[in-house]
């Protein structure tokens, strides 16, 4: 004898949801929420101040420079691998593999590299750290892409962004912004370790959800055949590599900023580093709402419209302000805030685009979410280097149109990207039978 169906709630309603469903977070991966939190708090420590830092420890301008873009080349790298290996492994040991290399090469780069001051030593000291954080924070990206319902995937998307924005670089600079004048760079470095660690841990051993111990891949897959397909999607499928290519502009100015602003507006706007720390701790803290609006924007009105208008054409607009503003108007601070709440704003218009891309590809969302993570990584690189070949001939003002460019690009690009080829499902969310495909089967991301 079956039980009978359990009744519906009074007036015919279903039973509540949870404040993390009615959010959109996926309650079984809440805790990696904040874990992922902690751990980009203490990556962010040094974004405010290890340029310049490193500056007056005596390495050229342009050597610090390059020390960024190859963290960046690394980081891309790993951002393509955090996917591939997820299909392969499971997001849960990636995360581990990038919790475990984070503690290595930083404890390297602070106790052998930095005090050498040898350019070699730094370039290998944080271009292997760049390894470390993509493989974390987006294994985890991976994993809430495979979990999250699709009608939700926007806002799951917009939680991860939030998370990491308020860690990389908002809350860390505020971090730093603490430490520093009480124990020095490189005593603020050694906490950020810490830090690290206790993000990772919170993570990884709270976080009970069974999806993310699993191998996504089918299981008939050689692993061979999975990595080379997460690259040759990107010309198998144009509208993939298109979205990668919108990745890798969306944050190329962000990390070009971190490495060419913190010295323009203290030498030349006329901030002071308390000034500075809180103004980009400030950029970031508006990021961190507006990624959540964004993503719910995103899952109504729709994903590739949000992303074209709001994201390319919103940071086209801002990264001019961005400069041009505390150029003309120097060290009023009111108005330097303004114009960094503005592009911290513009730059959560993107966060739609980890949901349009896992309807993009429905069949292949994990070798999608790896060549978007490769976009992601790309941005870190492609940024400074952009700042070290065209800051000497171009000044700080020509390297800020050349990122506008980027955002202008990116905004033609996305408004070419559809789920379907003959429909704009991605323009009000996914058609009803990617909605069930995506329930079946694992998906995969990146911003």
């Not at 902690?38 to 390495?59: H, K, Q, W």
Request: charged content about 10%; proline content about 7%.
């Amino acid at each position: 004898m079956t039980n009978p169906p359990v009744p519906p709630a009074p007036g015919g309603t279903a039973p509540p949801r949870s404040l993390f469903t009615r959010a959109g977070v996926p309650q079984p991966l809440s805790w990696g929420y904040l874990g992922l939190l902690v751990f980009m708090t203490g990556v962010g420590v040094e974004a405010g101040f290890l340029s310049p830092y490193l500056e007056d420890i005596g390495i050229p301008s342009s050597q610090v420079a390059m020390v960024f873009t190859v963290y960046g080349v690394t980081g891309a790298v790993a951002g393509w691998l955090s996917a591939a290996l997820s299909d392969l492994w499971g997001p849960r040991r990636v995360m581990w593999l990038g919790l475990g290399a984070f503690v290595v090469t930083h404890a390297f780069f602070l106790a052998v590299a930095v005090p050498s001051e040898a350019y070699p030593l730094l370039l290998l000291g944080y271009g292997l750290r760049g390894l470390a954080y993509p493989l974390f924070a987006y294994a985890f990206l991976v994993w809430i892409a495979a979990v999250a319902p699709p009608k939700q995937m926007g806002s799951a998307m917009g939680w991860f962004w939030s998370a990491f924005s308020a860690g990389l670089p908002t809350l860390g600079s505020l971090t730093a912004s603490l430490l520093i004048p009480r124990v020095g760079e490189r005593g603020t470095l050694w906490a950020a370790l810490g830090v690290v660690v206790v993000g990772g841990l919170l993570a990884l051993l709270l976080v009970r959800e069974p999806t993310g111990a699993a191998r996504l891949a089918p299981a008939g897959e050689s692993p061979l055949a999975g990595l080379v397909g997460s690259l040759t999607i990107l010309v198998r499928e144009p509208r993939v590599g298109a979205g990668a290519v919108v990745r890798m502009l969306n944050t190329a100015s962000q990390f070009g900023f971190l490495v060419m602003l913190p010295a323009w507006f203290l030498h030349e706007v006329g901030l002071s580093d308390a000034q500075w720390l809180r103004l980009l701790a400030i950029m970031f803290a508006t990021n961190i709402v507006t990624n959540l609006l964004f993503g719910v924007v995103g899952d109504k009105v729709g994903w590739r419209a949000t992303v074209a208008w709001c994201g390319g054409v919103g940071c086209t607009v801002s990264t001019l302000l961005l400069y041009y503003v505390p150029a003309a108007a120097g060290a009023r601070y009111a108005l330097c805030v303004l114009v960094a709440v503005l592009y911290g704003a513009t730059l959560s218009g993107y966060v739609p685009l980890s949901a349009l891309m896992t309807a993009i590809a429905p069949a292949h969302k994990g070798q999608a979410m790896a060549a978007l993570n490769l976009g992601a990584g790309a941005s870190t690189f492609v940024g400074p280097l952009v700042v070290s070949i065209f800051r000497g001939p171009l000044g700080v003002g020509g390297v800020v149109w050349i990122f506008a460019g980027f955002h202008a690009v990116s905004a033609a690009l996305t408004l070419v990207l559809r789920a379907t080829a003959a429909d704009g499902a991605a323009d009000s969310g996914p058609a009803p039978s990617t909605v069930a495909h995506a329930v079946a089967t694992p998906a995969t991301k990146g911003l």
